[in-house]
């Protein structure tokens, strides 16, 4: 059956995230023409905000570096964590990741360095020091006109800056930039940005394309070879959060405002797809920030957090999946406190994303109090007084012993790798109280889809020419989260494969 279409490519690939543009980029490197199409004004969605890790394990970067990583260690690392769920999936991403990386790197645009950072569990497998690693820095000079497409850093986006000029492109920047690069220079690689994908086409045999929303207008955009939805979840669509049972809000989540609000899944979902885990996210705790948005935060080196009681209930130094499960397991610790002393100065003692930044900012605000005692510390935060005052001191005995009784905060790598000691003592006045709220970096769950990353409806038969990665699928790695670079590196690999799938 013959359709008209306004525009036509072999591969449409939806979103324009670090697995959507690995996709678009193997695509057109395979010979297909290819378009990458982007609701936004810029590429990058929630990966540009990232710190870009990517667990991608044996690959030629860790063997360069020395890691004692491997496809095995690996195995047995997810194994240990996950059991059996889902090892299709796993045996298929552990085959493709060292293979992308090696095709990846043959491109002069693409080029990664291994980074320390730990796994997030304790298990059988785990590699000292981790196993993920980063895309290097990138010159702008080298992007040149392209420069504009790539979101600016979080900061500068928020308050509806561009990006500077002058500064090398890192981090989740890097990693867009160097894929845009990359899918540039094959020639065969278009970019429609202002494009919201409204549907899905397809015949009784196959999806054969998209319709997209430009300009005020619906566009037919023809796919000859299939579609990939990488569009990132739907983290900031509150109607379909709280139809799933979504923790949190729209509003705490750390996607960029106005994109990953489920298009894509609901578009599949309409021609028959089949999801999972839509109740699961990506976890972090964050605290709100003086324009009302949140900040991730991490890494603790100090202070220590309590719930709306006053009590202690969890490692601090917790990855932060880990610390915003904790968070969801009782109400009464969201929101949370984190409780500090004047060692800081009133600067945060974690690292956040955005940056904390000017303290007095924050008091003017009301993001942070200061109290004299701890006791009016309690009356401004609305916690109870004895229970706080008895907290603190407890906790003071045993960063005075250098040994957590209670949580074990001292005792695991990854607290330590954002510095020491991660235990100090919470006794020289003023003291401050930061509010920390449940956040995330994108939903988890979404479309079913298989080894190859195809969609599969609920009789799990795949729906011809259709195709899902990173947060618009559903993550095989189920409630966990087992290391840094495991959401862009699965989103990679299933892009990857898709992309293989599609072009033979």
Known sequence: MTQEWDEEYDVVVVGSGGGALTGAYLAARAGAETVVVERAGTLGGTSAYSGAAMWLPGSPVQRRDGVADSTESARTYLRALLGDAGADKRESFLAEAPALVERLEEDSALAFRFRTFPDYYERPGRVPGGRSFIPLDLDPGEMGDLLGLVRP????????????????????????????????????????????????????????????????????????????????????NEGLRRAHGVPGSAGCSMAPAGTNTGEAIEAAVAIGAATELMNEGWWCPGVPMPDGQPSFVCGFTGGLVVDAHGA??????????????????????????????????????????????DPAAHLDSGTLV??????????????????????????????????????????????????????????????????????????????????????????????????????????????????????????????????????G
């Open 312 to 357: 202690r209930y969890a490692n601090e130094s917790l990855p932060y999946d880990r610390f915003g499960r904790e968070m969801q397991a009782d109400p009464d610790r969201t929101p949370s406190y984190v409780v500090f002393d004047s060692r800081t100065g009133g600067r945060l003692p974690a690292v956040t994303q955005p940056p904390w930044g």
């Open 370 to 503: 200061k109290a004299g005692s701890l006791t009016e510390l309690a009356a401004l935060t609305g916690v109870d007084a004895g229970r706080l005052t008895a907290t603190v001191e407890r906790f003071n005995r045993f960063a005075d012993n250098g040994k957590d009784e209670d949580f074990g905060r001292e005792a695991d790598e990854f607290g330590h790798w954002f510095g020491e000691p991660v235990l100090r003592p919470v006794r020289e006045a003023p003291y401050y109280a930061v509010r920390l709220v449940l956040s995330d970096l994108g939903t988890k769950g979404g479309l079913v889809t298989d080894a190859s990353a195809r969609v599969l409806r609920a009789d799990g038969t795949p729906i011809a020419g259709l195709y899902a990665a990173g947060n618009t699928s559903a993550s095989f790695t189920g409630p966990f989260y087992p290391g840094p670079g495991i959401p862009i590196g699965t989103a990679m690999a299933f892009a990857a494969l898709a992309a293989k799938d599609m072009t």
């Open 153 to 236: 850093p979080l900061d500068r986006d928020r308050a509806g800056q561009g990006n500077d000029e002058s500064a090398p492109l890192t981090a989740g920047r890097a990693l867009i930039g160097r894929l845009l690069l990359a899918y540039h220079r094959t020639g065969r690689g278009a970019v429609s940005t202002d494009t919201r994908m409204a549907e899905l086409v397809a015949t009784s045999e196959r999806v054969t394309g998209i319709v997209a929303v430009q300009d005020g207008r619906r566009i037919r955009i023809g796919a000859r070879k299939g579609v990939l939805l990488a569009a990132g979840g739907f983290e900031r």
